[in-house]
């Protein structure tokens, strides 16, 4: 039997009587049964799909429900673990990316394909770097899939983050970062309390993920920014605030702020390149340690293309765009 991989409103994974999709999209591709990598929003809309059988890690699911997801209709996958579907294998591996991310692994007679979702193939604060998985297929992220991002060490990074806040802080500004509230808010968390005595002061929806993160064992050190107690220190001009990066605090002449993401590469000064995503040079190495025959780009808009032309030259592995044609293994062999 044809093992076959295509984009069909999410990675979408034929072979005999199985039909599996990972990450979908709107209604599912006709599926009925979903795995979710992680929480991040544009990954995990199979929670808004109630029919859908929804296949996921603990700390996705309450993630996910803090988003507001439906978390019914849903069956714990363990790190490492294996779910039996028609016969077939789906494995979890880490993805390094955030709480609770995992790559998945699909084991048939005719080949193996692994789908990373959202990966980092470095350690950080608060996850370990993505595992290594061999296979015949690899779906892989394209998110900084350019040669152009290429982020500096996180060390590196935390190092500057705090330097500016002091000076901010000297100034008479309370220093704002906005960024993720799921995975880089929390890394910011973690530098600050690591390398500075100075109070963190969270938003809202930075609080509530950060709650998840030290149900499941993180040590965060933090102050929801509606509290007694952060508004006493906020007063006091000697903290720093975590927001999401789509609030505008321009309005506010009491704040410093600064972008915190992987884009921050081009977005110039004022700005930090920490990112839970790998960057170019960690993505080419994570397909040279996987060894795949094919490689499918996805999740990157154009630089799905630009990724897998430099796979192709630098690797010597055959890669395209995910959604160009179906792909399919015959035998472990890989038929367009």
Not at 26 to 52: E, K, N, Q, W
Not at 247 to 266: E, I, K, M, Q, T
Not at 294 to 303: A, D, M, N, P, Y
Not at 319 to 325: E, G, K, S, T, V
């Amino acid at each position: 039997m044809p093992l076959t991989v295509k984009w069909d409103g999410g990675i979408s994974v034929h072979c005999g009587d199985l039909h599996v999709i990972f990450d979908p999209q709107g209604r599912g591709g006709g599926c009925s049964r979903a795995f979710v990598t992680h929480a991040h929003l544009d990954h995990a809309g199979a929670f808004g799909i109630p029919y859908l059988a929804k296949y996921s890690s603990g700390e996705t699911r309450d993630l996910a429900g803090i988003y507001g997801g439906r978390t019914s209709n849903w069956e714990p996958v363990h790190l490492g673990g294996r779910v039996t579907v028609d016969g077939v294998q789906v494995v979890a591996h880490n993805s390094g990316h955030v709480l609770g991310s995992y790559m998945y692994e699909v084991v048939a007679p005719e080949g193996s394909v692994v789908y990373t979702g959202d990966l980092n193939f470095l350690d950080t604060k608060t996850t370990e770097a993505a595992e290594v998985v061999p296979c015949d297929i690899l779906v892989l992220e394209a998110t900084f899939g350019s040669p152009g991002f290429v982020f500096p060490p996180e060390d590196r990074v935390a190092a500057e983050m705090v330097r500016w806040a002091v000076d901010s802080l000297r100034r008479g500004k309370i220093p704002a970062f906005r960024t993720d509230p799921l995975g880089n808010a929390q890394e910011v968390i973690r530098i600050f309390n690591e390398l500075t005595r100075i109070p963190v002061t969270t938003h809202r929806q930075v609080t509530v993920i950060s709650k998840v993160y030290e149900a499941y064992g993180h040590r965060l050190e933090y102050l929801d920014a509606g509290s007694e107690e952060a508004r006493d220190v906020t007063s006091s001009g000697e903290c720093i605030f975590i927001s999401p990066k789509g609030l505008n605090l321009s309005r506010y002449p009491d704040f410093d702020s600064a972008l915190v993401s992987g884009w921050a590469v081009w977005a110039g000064g004022g700005a930090f390149a920490l990112s839970d995503h790998a960057d170019f040079p960690r993505l080419l190495e994570f397909v040279e340690a996987c060894s795949p025959k094919t490689v499918l780009t996805c999740h990157g808009g154009r630089f799905e293309e630009t990724l897998a032309k430099h796979i192709e030259i630098k690797l010597g592995i055959d890669a395209r765009p995910l959604d160009l044609l179906p792909t399919t293994l015959v035998d472990g062999r890989d038929e367009r």
